[in-house]
C-alpha cells in the first residue's frame, strides 16, 4: 500500500509557474501508473494528468495540453505536474493518484485509482 503526500501549492498570479509535487510517504512508486486529477469548489474531480510506470507513456486533459508537463523520478519516489501559463481557472485542489499496473498504461479516470493524497490547493488570481 502507498500513501501520497501532494506539495507546491499556494497563491500565484495569470501567467506565472508553478511546480506541484507528490511523494511517497510509505510505499515505492515504481510500480504505479500515477496521475494528477484536480477539483474546482462545487465541480467534480477531473483529469489532469496521467504518467506511466516508466515515464514513457505520458497524456494529458485537452484544458492543460501544452501547458503541463507530468513527470515522475523513481529513484526519489516522487511525481511532479509542472505547470505553466496558469490560468484563473486552473485553480483547484489538485490530487495525486496512483494504482497498481502490470503494463506500462496510463489511466484516465477517477475510477482507475486505488490510492489518493490529501490534495494541495491552487489559487490563480487574475
Known amino acids: 500500500q502507498v500513501q501520497l503526500v501532494e506539495s507546491g501549492g499556494g497563491l500565484v498570479q495569470t501567467g506565472n509557474s508553478l511546480r506541484l509535487s507528490c511523494a511517497a510517504s510509505?510505499?515505492?512508486?515504481?510500480?504505479?501508473?500515477m496521475g494528477w486529477f484536480r477539483q474546482a469548489p462545487g465541480k467534480e474531480r477531473d483529469f489532469v494528468a496521467a504518467?506511466?510506470?516508466?515515464?514513457?507513456?505520458?497524456d494529458y486533459a485537452t484544458s492543460v495540453k501544452g501547458r503541463v508537463t507530468i513527470s515522475r523520478d523513481n529513484a526519489k519516489n516522487t511525481i511532479y505536474l509542472n505547470m505553466n501559463s496558469l490560468k484563473p481557472e486552473d485553480t483547484a485542489v489538485y490530487y495525486c493518484?496512483?494504482?497498481?499496473?502490470?503494463?506500462?498504461?496510463?489511466?484516465?479516470?477517477?475510477?482507475?485509482?486505488?490510492?489518493w493524497g490529501q490534495g494541495t490547493q491552487l489559487t490563480v488570481s487574475s
Open positions: 493518484a496512483a494504482r497498481t499496473a502490470q503494463a506500462d498504461n496510463i489511466y484516465f479516470f477517477v475510477s482507475n485509482y486505488n490510492y
Open positions: 510509505a510505499g515505492t512508486l515504481s510500480t504505479y501508473a
Open positions: 504518467i506511466s510506470r516508466s515515464g514513457d507513456n505520458t
